[in-house]
């Protein structure tokens, strides 16, 4: 039987300098407070904002950087069904084309921090964004992916990878 949450649409901003190190922000705010994660947030849904428009609204909220939709690159499609039992997840994860040059400074939403790919496995992250999606991110990276995960009450998340394209 399928639960009747609130779903929610957002956009995850994968950010790079010239190292290629990962920009993450350490997220004073639920969901996934106190971890470390791309920055990004929801889609204005109620005024019809574009998950595009609303990637571009976030990189200058968040990281006081302009950008167009043509520095995005849709890299993956993930919906969550039930995420800590609360709401469906519609998230459209970019990557950045634009190389950053230097560390946003803090804002309301958290720290941020440049961090090499090995040092992932280290760090504080979602449990889904170490099961599977930086997995993909990383293996189709500049191509694209889909993906489904049924999260369970009991913390188990089945995982359904519904495109991929290196």
Not at 11 to 36: A, K, S
Not at 130 to 149: D, L, N, S, T, V
Request: charged share 25%; glycine share 8%.
């Amino acid at each position: 039987m399928h639960r009747l949450l609130p779903y929610k649409v957002a956009t995850l901003l994968y950010c790079f300098n010239e190292r290629d190190e990962v920009l993450l922000i350490e997220r004073v705010h639920e969901p996934n407070r106190g971890l470390w994660s791309p920055c990004g947030g929801k889609v204005r849904m109620e005024v019809g904002e574009s998950p595009y428009a609303g990637a571009c609204r976030e990189a200058e909220e968040e990281l006081c950087l302009r950008l167009t939709p043509s520095d995005l690159h849709l890299t993956g499609l993930v919906s969550e069904h039930g995420l800590q039992g609360q709401t469906h997840w519609l998230m459209f994860l970019f990557e950045v084309t634009r190389r950053l040059s230097s560390l946003p400074p803090p804002c309301n939403e958290g720290r941020f921090g440049f961090f090499p790919r090995s040092a992932l496995d280290s760090l504080n992250l979602p449990a889904t964004d170490r099961e599977r999606i930086w997995p993909w991110f990383w293996k189709y990276r500049g191509g694209f992916f889909a993906a489904h995960c049924h999260c369970h009450p009991d913390g188990r998340n089945d995982w359904t990878l519904e495109e991929a394209r290196a």
